[in-house]
């Protein structure tokens, strides 16, 4: 399942650099607090790896 926008992306990138250890899950705001709490580490890594290029930066309702 590839990310639908870079905010969408950007967010998973966030919340799996939390996961890992890299970054401190207290500075995660928003999307990225909820990605990191309720997927797995595969999954954020699967939307995480998706190429902006071509990418909305926002998903329209």
């Known amino acids: 399942m590839p990310a639908k926008s ?3 992306q950007m967010a998973a990138g966030a919340a799996l650099s ?3 250890g ?3 899950k207290a500075s995660l705001r928003g999307a990225s607090r909820s990605m990191a ?3 797995s580490k595969s999954e954020l890594k699967e939307l995480a790896e998706t190429k902006r290029r071509d990418l909305p930066t ?3 309702k």
């Open 58 to 60: 926002r998903k329209r």
């Open 18 to 20: 939390a996961k890992r």
């Open 22 to 24: 890299e970054r401190s």
């Open 6 to 8: 870079k905010k969408q």
């Open 37 to 39: 709490k309720s997927m």
